[in-house]
């Protein structure tokens, strides 16, 4: 393991470039993306905004990185994390859990079948660097019509009966030792996590248990409030930068 904080952009995509194209694996799985659902009165909503410039600047990130990998003739693969659990609780919304799984059930629906898309926002930064829904691995989440769902439910994957009691180390587990998902021998994991999941992933997962990967996990800041009041991304790199963590299997 190593790991380090950037301080800017270029360092980091430069470092990640080099991971994905001089990575062995035939695979680079980039998890970028990852946003929170919002409980709104008539409906569950993909709140891109509510971690900063979070979710939107790492997808835009791994979309480069990815279109460098590809280059070089890799095959490329995108998940999307939906935090369907953060802002479930009665500090967030007076709706109940059998309304939230209600309004949950049919966003994912909508996100969920052969022919489903991506919101617009993604779509356009995906179609940026030539990717498409077809380069987007698929959850399948044991429920009606949501079998290959664009999206990774945490929820679902927080169920899983495995032995470990912390439920966010829990759900990363469950992603990474499912080989629907993960292929350790042929896959290159890069993953953007919020940096609130940076304890969590660290010492529950990459430390404690997930050593047996090939990956570079890139760890940012999602403080909402400071970006309202601050203004944007290059913030990230003015205040805080990212820390930057690489395995190797």
Not at 114 to 143: I, T
Not at 155 to 166: D, K
Not at 190 to 215: E, G, K, L
């Amino acid at each position: 393991m190593y790991s380090e904080n950037i301080k800017d952009e270029k360092t980091l995509v430069d470092k990640l470039t080099t991971d994905v194209t001089s990575t062995s694996k035939a695979e680079v799985l980039l998890v970028a993306g990852h946003f929170p659902l919002v409980y709104e009165p008539q409906r569950a909503v993909e709140s891109f905004s509510a971690w900063g410039d979070f979710s939107t600047y790492s997808l835009e990130l791994a979309c480069i990185v990815a279109e460098k990998a590809r280059d070089r003739g890799k095959k490329i693969t995108f998940a999307f994390f939906a935090d369907d659990h953060t802002y479930a609780t009665t500090h967030f919304t007076s709706l109940n859990a059998t309304q939230r799984s209600k309004k949950r059930h049919k966003l994912y629906q909508s996100r969920s079948g052969k022919n489903a898309q991506l919101p617009a926002e993604y779509k356009k930064m995906m179609g940026k660097y030539h990717f498409s829904e077809k380069d987007v691995l698929r959850h399948d989440h044991k429920k009606s019509q949501r079998q290959d769902c664009l999206y990774f439910s945490e929820l679902v994957l927080r169920a899983s009966p495995r032995a470990v009691e912390n439920a966010c180390a829990r759900e990363y587990i469950e992603f990474l030792e499912n080989p629907l998902h993960f292929n350790k021998e042929e896959s290159y994991l890069v993953s953007f996590v919020p940096d609130r999941c940076t304890s969590n992933v660290c010492r529950f997962v990459m430390d404690s248990y997930a050593n047996d990967i090939s990956a570079t996990h890139i760890f940012m800041q999602t403080d909402n409030l400071f970006f309202q009041s601050h203004g944007n991304r290059e913030h990230i790199w003015k205040e805080w930068g990212v820390l930057y963590r690489k395995e190797d299997a």
